[in-house]
């Protein structure tokens, strides 16, 4: 009865319940959209297509999950719109996720031009692509742009999106339980901010994997095996994450209750401070910034 009363709640406040998505590329993080959405059943598979130009992927991703695939992604875009009933049509959601590596957009968008329906949205987790560029290329205007990041791959992402003065409140809800399959999804004013977001949390999981390896290497120096190292480290980062969201408390006064007057974590805070840790940091999200904004340009 529980699971019967929660599928009814689902079926009322879901705005995907009749959507129909056709993914543009069917990379890592397509995948990882198309699982979360099915093991949430915020979809079913008969309400995904897909596009990918290798014939081995497409039967991979036919065999994980059932989901149509084309070859073309003309014809991937033309079925997510012609699915279903005519009624169905006029009221129902169709998104189309670009999802294609940066270096092939230009030729998939000319491909899609004149392809798109004006009731589809498009939604873009192409990194560096701007809405203008893909709205001009497409004859378009309602356009979402998206940057998630690596823990999307096990539905603990971090997504930070923004869209088009086109995009209506419905569309918005579609794409915030889209995104909120990966994880935890974020609204932005505008793609300056989609760019320090690429700087601060869609680069964010490279700062904790080098400060992780650092840790465990250390640990290694020390005299523990790598595995017992990792172990430690793993677990002492995920633990601290979780305490600190817990607590609600800045980051200085969590720092302060570790820290005893000569103690281990002061010696340990006076050479990171030496060492200067937190300029070294600043610098590599600002590089990360500029870096975000160079691709954008070109």
Not at 6 to 21: H, S, V, W, Y
Not at 69 to 76: C, G, L, P
Request: with cysteine; aromatic share 4%.
């Amino acid at each position: 009865m529980p699971d019967t009363e929660a599928a009814k709640q689902n079926e009322q406040t879901n705005p995907l319940k009749d959507a129909r998505l056709a993914f543009i590329g069917c990379g890592v993080m397509a995948e990882a959209i198309i699982a979360g959405l099915l093991r949430k059943q915020l979809v079913a598979a008969e309400q995904i297509v897909g596009s990918h130009p290798r014939a081995t992927r497409r039967e991979e991703l036919y065999a994980k999950y059932a989901v149509r695939m084309f070859e073309s992604n003309r014809e991937a875009a033309l079925a997510a719109h012609a699915s279903g009933s005519a009624a169905e049509t006029e009221t129902s959601a169709s998104l189309v996720i670009l999802a294609v590596k940066p270096q092939r957009l230009s030729k998939v968008l000319q491909e899609l031009k004149g392809a798109i329906h004006q009731e589809q949205l498009v939604v873009s987790i192409v990194a560096g692509a701007r809405m203008e560029t893909i709205a001009a290329e497409l004859l378009h205007p309602a356009i979402v742009r998206t940057m998630p990041n690596t823990p999307a791959q096990i539905g603990q992402g971090m997504t930070a999106w923004t869209a088009t003065t086109s995009v209506s409140e419905a569309q918005e809800r579609e794409v915030c339980a889209l995104l909120e399959a990966l994880g935890k999804a974020l609204r932005v004013e505008n793609e300056r901010q989609i760019d320090m977001a690429t700087a601060l949390s869609a680069t964010g999981p490279t700062y904790i994997f080098l400060v992780m390896e650092a840790l465990i290497d250390a640990g290694v120096h020390m005299g523990f095996s790598r595995h017992v190292a990792q172990d430690l480290v793993q677990q002492t980062m995920l633990g601290s994450v979780l305490f600190a969201k817990e607590s609600h408390k800045h980051p200085a006064e969590l720092r302060n209750m570790v820290t005893s007057p000569g103690g281990t974590s002061a010696e340990a805070i006076y050479q990171m401070e030496k060492g200067s840790l937190r300029t070294v940091l600043s610098k590599a999200v600002w590089a990360a910034y500029k870096r975000a904004e160079a691709l954008g340009g070109k």
